[in-house]
């Protein structure tokens, strides 16, 4: 309560602010490389009630995971005289060049999510290493709980973007009590972005190994694409886990078709309205921190009503 009162008073503050110093609203340029993914929707929610509190405009680009249209966009947003940017950036050095041009004119950037060189002015961040350990953690405590001991597990990994690999690197050390002792073997890892791309890898490995019972996924694709395998094939048998919660991920987990045991999530809604809260301080002289870290939730199967909970909160961030 104390927290929701702090920023609502910041909120009132700062739009005050802005407010009097000018006649003309603050214009904040948002530029995503996808604005129509669930989870992206949520972090934009975020940023439109940040910036109705804070009486600024929020100018909103979808690059469709494009890199020319991403420094394209920026130059529009400077363009049109975008007084702050707030970006999810799609790669470290490209971006953080192109973003090199919004530095010289004064207009300060604000990344959440991903990160670019150079550093911008401040970044809005979840701990990626934690997301992947959080759920190696969970799974830890559930094989002992449940006295498992043999555990084949399969990976859907990723080894492109810098957050993807740190929730891999995570996901591993934590795991590493079972692996030493070996009630865990790692049998098979793969990469995997595009769901159908997962489903076929997935069908074909278990296909080969029917000694799987355990697998692990990165993101919210992987997920998605083995709960659609799992619950096609009645797998219901195979232990799963991984990061980026949806709403029909929730509802799996409250269902019996697939055993999703356990999913680490951020928190896309306070990362987006963060964003625009700090790129509204910055835009404005007002001193804000150079990092801002938004913790992480875990859902288990066997929290219902936590589930429950999301499912009811989350059912309008779905698009039609």
């Not at 959080?134 to 559930?142: E, I, R």
């Not at 963060?274 to 301080?281: H, W």
């Not at 910055?282 to 199967?301: F, R």
Request: glycine residues 6%; negative net charge.
């Amino acid at each position: 309560m104390k927290k929701l009162l702090k920023m609502a008073i910041f909120a009132l503050g700062l739009s005050t602010f802005l407010s009097c110093k000018n006649d003309s609203k603050l214009t904040v340029g948002s530029i995503l490389f996808d604005t129509s993914n669930e989870w992206f929707v949520e972090a934009i929610a975020g940023m439109q009630d940040a910036s109705k509190d804070l009486n600024a405009n929020l100018s909103v680009v979808d690059i469709h995971y494009d890199g020319d249209a991403e420094r394209d966009s920026i130059r529009e947003q400077l363009k049109n005289k975008a007084g702050a940017i707030v970006i999810c950036p799609l790669t470290v050095e490209d971006t953080g060049n192109a973003l090199t041009e919004a530095t010289k004119l004064g207009v300060p950037v604000v990344t959440w999510n991903t990160v670019v060189e150079p550093k911008p002015n401040a970044e809005i961040l979840v701990d990626a290493k934690k997301l992947g350990s959080a759920t190696g953690d969970y799974l830890v405590d559930y094989v002992h709980k449940n006295g498992l001991k043999d555990l084949k597990a399969f990976l859907f990994i990723d080894k492109s973007f810098s957050i993807g690999i740190a929730r891999c690197d995570g996901f591993r050390e934590s795991i590493k009590p079972l692996v030493e002792s070996g009630e865990l073997e790692i049998v098979a890892e793969s990469e995997g972005q595009l769901i159908e791309e997962i489903k076929v890898t997935l069908k074909k490995m278990l296909a080969e190994r029917g000694d799987i019972n355990f697998i692990w996924c990165w993101n919210q694709m992987t997920l998605v694409g083995t709960v659609e395998v799992l619950k096609e094939l009645g797998r219901s048998d195979i232990l799963v886990t991984g990061t980026d919660m949806s709403l029909e991920l929730a509802k799996d987990m409250l269902g019996d078709e697939v055993n999703l045991i356990a999913v680490t999530t951020q928190q896309p809604y306070k990362m987006g309205y963060e964003a625009v809260a700090t790129a509204a301080k910055l835009a404005n002289g007002v001193t804000a921190e150079k990092e801002i870290s938004i913790p992480t939730l875990t859902y288990t199967k066997d929290d219902k009503a936590a589930l429950e909970e999301y499912v009811k909160i989350h059912a309008k961030y779905v698009t039609k």
